[in-house]
């Protein structure tokens, strides 16, 4: 692999990035500064930290930065959580993303358990 572009990981988080802005347009205005705000930080940070550590060039950085990537996915998941609770997206509007941002964990963890492994 060259770039980090090549990871699949990096291609998925930067989809869930793309589902997230295409979601959050739909929470209220008065969430513009917290939840929406919280939602686009947690998961830019995902992709942001995979590309980073990748950049690092150092084993331990890069788990490092892929832990902090899971972290930021662990994040988005509980205020997509709050928006639920708070009825401010129903479940299908948040479907694709919850779905695409399985996807990422799984992916995240698996390349994670490999580079430990190594």
């Known amino acids: 692999m060259e770039d980090y ?14 589902q997230v802005y295409i979601v959050t347009r739909l929470l209220p205005q008065e969430e513009d500064f917290v939840l929406t705000s919280q939602l686009r930080r947690a998961v830019n940070s995902i992709p942001s930290n995979i590309a980073e550590g990748y950049g690092r060039h150092s084993r331990n950085d890069y788990l490092r930065f892929l832990n902090i990537a899971r972290g930021s996915k662990n994040e988005f998941e509980t205020q997509l959580q709050i928006c639920l609770m708070l009825n401010y997206l129903k479940p299908e509007a948040i479907a694709v993303a919850q779905s695409v941002c399985t996807e990422v964990g799984k992916m995240l ?3 994670i358990a490999s580079i430990d492994n190594a």
Do not use: F, G, T
């Open 5 to 18: 572009r090549d990871l699949l990981v990096w291609q998925k988080s930067m989809e869930l990035v793309k």
């Open 109 to 111: 963890n698996a390349l």
